[in-house]
């Protein structure tokens, strides 16, 4: 797989304080990476740095092999990006911002701004300073997608979308991958990082402590609560699972075989309640944060 995305040790210190320290990646041609870490973790800065908009202290970075610090004016013209927090001028409407944004990338395919502005459920003649915050936020992602960008950057893409919204996000962005497109977005949600994007990278402090494709074995992965008296542990033997937590009448555990047979398996255990639940990477977020960061 090609990378889009590569950065070697890549380091920025603002001042005495660490934005991100070393940070080796690789995103691959037509990946949705979903970036994961608690408030403060670098995600921002390892955005900025990817898009020139800061210096990096030491290492490298390339987009399709280019030197972002060097050649972001060439990487710009294929790219779409969306900051978590939005600012356009106030005055111009949705349909001037798009325009301009197609105008700046060469591109005349100005009937995308109906059918983008209908998927996001944007009034496209509304003034910027009019819109509620979410909407702001839709104006954002719509500059990014507009003009079909070869790598989208997201910072942040669903915080203050409405879910409607959110599902059609992942719709167009799984819709660009597709075709090609590499995305590359941050996010605190760990449900839709598992459900939509196929490779997630965990930060803490400005360090990779965790990368994993995001396979069927992880996502097909059940959480399983059993709540029981005299609950029979043998039986959970069976079924090769891994025991999150055991309390006297309750245990959770994290299962990825066939549904069918933990059901059968079960079955003889007079239970009170039973949750299944997918994975929520919750499990897997926390074995790397277990010093009590929240996310
Ligand atoms: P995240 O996006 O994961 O919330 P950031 O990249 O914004 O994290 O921040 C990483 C670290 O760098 C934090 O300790 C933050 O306080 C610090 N930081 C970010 N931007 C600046 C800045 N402009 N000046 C000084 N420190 C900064």
Avoid: W
Avoid at 55 to 66: C, H, L, R, Y
Avoid at 119 to 131: A, T, V, Y
Avoid at 265 to 285: F, H, P, R, W
Wanted: proline share 2%; with cysteine; hydrophobic share 35%.
């Amino acid at each position: 797989m090609t990378n889009i995305i590569e950065t070697q040790s890549l380091s920025k210190n603002y001042g005495k304080t660490c934005g991100i320290s070393s940070v080796s990646l690789n995103v691959g041609e037509g990946d949705i990476f979903g970036f994961v870490g608690p408030n403060g973790a670098g995600k921002s800065t390892f955005i900025k740095l990817i898009l020139n908009l800061i210096k990096p202290t030491s290492g490298t970075a390339t987009v399709f092999e280019k030197d972002v610090f060097k050649k972001s004016h060439v990487i710009k013209r294929s790219l779409g990006y969306a900051p978590s927090d939005v600012r356009f001028f106030p005055n111009m409407t949705t349909d001037q911002i798009l325009k301009n944004t197609l105008r700046f990338h060469r591109n005349k395919n100005y009937s995308r701004i109906d059918t983008i502005c209908n998927r996001l459920d944007l009034d496209k003649n509304k003034k910027f300073k009019e819109l509620s915050l979410g909407n702001r936020k839709k104006v954002a992602l719509a500059t990014a997608l507009i003009h079909e960008p070869k790598i989208i950057i997201l910072d942040e893409p669903t915080s203050g979308l409405d879910p409607l919204i959110q599902i059609r996000l992942f719709e167009m962005l799984e819709e660009a991958a597709k075709k090609g497109a590499t995305v590359f977005l941050s996010s605190h949600n760990l449900a839709e990082i598992r459900d939509h994007c196929t490779v997630t990278g965990f930060i803490k402090n400005g360090k990779i402590i965790n990368e994993q494709r995001l396979d069927t074995a992880i996502t097909n992965k059940k959480i399983v609560t059993i709540t029981a008296e005299n609950l029979n542990r043998e039986i959970l033997e069976r079924l090769n699972v891994t025991i999150i937590s055991d309390n006297d009448n309750s245990v959770k555990f994290s299962y990825t075989g066939e549904l069918s047979t933990l059901i059968k398996t079960v079955s003889c255990i007079e239970m009170s309640d039973i949750i299944i639940e997918n994975n929520s990477l919750a499990g897997e977020y926390i074995k790397y944060y277990d010093d009590g960061d929240k996310l």
